[in-house]
């Protein structure tokens, strides 16, 4: 029992005590310097950041975060589907081509991606040398690169868990449904669907919760029409003329949103289990 | 028909394996592209690699990057060893709370963390360095660490432990003798996975990092964004990636052999 008490201390000191001075920045009055001016207090913060402009951004991160989500989850469970009960001896070779990416940062991804897109790009050399365009596309900084990217970057994130479900499919049950007269399409909706529930859950909030607060993909990809969330976050701490008290104040609100949406949602998810990596 | 199918599920799967690697060849390529402007071909060459470490400040930045992460893989697996150990033994109130809890880390969105871990900092008057990146990343690395271990401890037959005990071992020399070999795959996992996230992590080591403290992610996203694409950032970037292929390639061994 004693064993985990260094690790509840840590996260004490280290994860939770910060939110609770995040919260008091939220509500608090800085100086110029961004120090905290004893006994202030306004809700200005919390009222600025449901005003237009910052709230779309709000919207648009959520519109991001489910768009990519639900991309991913059409794209990647097909070949989850494929890795998990189909692909016999190159399982591993498969699998170990989902897990790379997996394991690799965001960041170096995203620029992999520049490198694809950019003017100079492989995708516009060969646009021109099949004289199907004259002049290099613009195919960076705008919408389409960001959901892109977001989908290029999150789509391990959905594949792993789904595959952690399509791996254990007893396909007996498929047969079964098939030979008691269920067509394809049908024993899909009742059988294999209802199976692979849990990764599907699982998949969903590893993709759709850290999406809502991605940084590095519409920072890198994105032009000035699809700043996100955590654009906003990043500005108001990185650059000088930056409000930490209304960062703050936005971070808190992303983080109840999250844990909100969370709650919601594990109560239909297998304790655990669902999660394993 | 059935046969139809499957081929048509195999080419779409191919299709999507393939999505995921294009933009990484591309830059794997293209940094031994000799010409700076585009990625039409014009030879092979490993000037840009050259040139790359005739700078320092990548030097610096990789050994920091490395540090940081050895740190974090150390205190993370003997933290996560020990949380992991804890709750897959005992059965205590709350626990299956605390299992949910110790999940928030690992998935709440990075900046809103990184961000408090500042005001943190700020607050307690504490100078920013290589530290205090390593205690943001273990707030991560440490949850992921114990997932990992206990994951793998399921299974577990303590029965061996009570035999090494009735046979007189000490709790200690039970714990390095008989339990540690049985866990240590999942220890290894533990360990890749912490160094790994560590590694990568971008948001926190740029709200954590002192002034003048070079850390590879930092340096890649600054290069990224003033200059855009280029074939010595190509270079660096592909050595970065190659961390990463390895500890993916050492994590797909452990954890298939469990």
């Known amino acids: ?277 | 028909m059935r046969k139809f199918g499957d081929k048509i599920l195999k080419s779409y799967s191919v299709f999507v394996l393939a999505f995921l690697y294009m933009p990484i060849f591309s830059m794997v390529v293209f940094s031994f592209n000799d010409s700076r402007l585009t990625a039409a071909w014009r030879g092979f060459t490993v000037r840009w690699y050259i040139e790359l470490f005739n700078g320092s400040d990548i030097w610096t930045a990789f050994y920091n990057t490395i540090f940081v992460a050895l740190v974090v893989t150390a205190v993370s697996v003997i933290l996560g060893t020990a949380t992991a150990l804890a709750m897959s033994r005992y059965n205590f109130r709350g626990k299956s709370t605390l299992d949910g809890y110790l999940y928030i880390p690992i998935i709440i969105p990075e900046i809103t963390e990184a961000l408090s871990l500042l005001l943190l900092y700020v607050w307690a008057g504490v100078p920013l360095g290589l530290m205090t990146i390593v205690l943001g990343h273990l707030t991560f690395a440490i949850p992921f660490a114990a997932l990992v271990i206990r994951s793998r401890m399921a299974g577990f037959d303590r029965s061996v432990e009570e035999a090494a005990q009735s046979l007189g071992a000490n709790e200690i020399h039970t714990f390095l003798r008989v339990t540690l070999p049985i866990i240590s795959p999942g220890v290894i996992a533990g360990a890749l996975l912490a160094f790994t996230q560590s590694y990568d992590d971008f948001i926190k080591t740029a709200f954590t990092r002192g002034p003048g403290v070079d850390m590879l992610p930092t340096t890649i996203y600054n290069l990224a964004r003033r200059g855009g694409v280029s074939p010595e950032l190509n270079a660096l970037a592909t050595i970065a990636l190659s961390v990463s292929i390895v500890m993916a390639i050492l994590w797909q061994k452990f954890s298939s052999s469990k």
């Open chain 1, 1 to 277: 029992m004693l064993l985990i008490v260094p690790t509840l201390v840590f996260l004490g000191v280290f994860f939770a005590f910060p939110f609770l001075i995040t919260v008091q920045y939220s509500i608090g009055v800085t100086d110029q310097f961004n120090r905290l001016i004893a006994g202030g207090f306004t809700i200005s913060n919390f009222v600025s950041a449901f005003e237009g402009l910052y709230f779309n951004i709000f919207l648009r991160s959520l519109w991001i975060a489910l768009a990519t989500t639900v991309l991913c989850l059409v794209l990647g469970y097909p070949a989850a589907y494929w890795i998990g009960v189909k692909s016999g001896k190159m399982k591993n070779l498969a699998m170990l081509l989902v897990i790379i990416p997996f394991w690799s940062s965001f960041l170096i991804r995203t620029y992999a991606m520049m490198s694809l897109l950019y003017r100079g790009g492989v995708i516009n050399q060969i646009l021109l040398q099949m004289n199907l365009i004259r002049e290099p596309l613009d195919l960076l900084y705008n919408p389409f690169s960001v959901m892109l990217g977001m989908v290029y970057n999150y789509l391990p994130y959905m594949i792993l868990p789904l595959y952690a479900s399509t791996e254990k499919l007893d396909l007996s049950l498929l047969e079964a449904a098939q030979s008691l007269g269920a067509n394809h399409v049908k024993a899909f909706l009742k059988v294999t669907l209802p199976l692979t529930r849990p990764g599907i859950l699982a998949g969903s909030i590893l993709v759709f919760v850290p999406a809502v607060g991605e940084f590095v993909v519409p920072q890198l990809l994105g032009g000035t029409t699809s700043v996100m969330v955590g654009q906003l976050i990043w500005n108001q701490f990185q650059s000088y003329t930056g409000s930490w008290t209304f960062g703050s104040a936005v971070s808190i609100l992303v983080v109840a949103l999250v844990l909100g949406l969370m709650t919601l949602f594990l109560r239909y998810v297998t304790k655990g289990e669902a999660f394993t990596i």
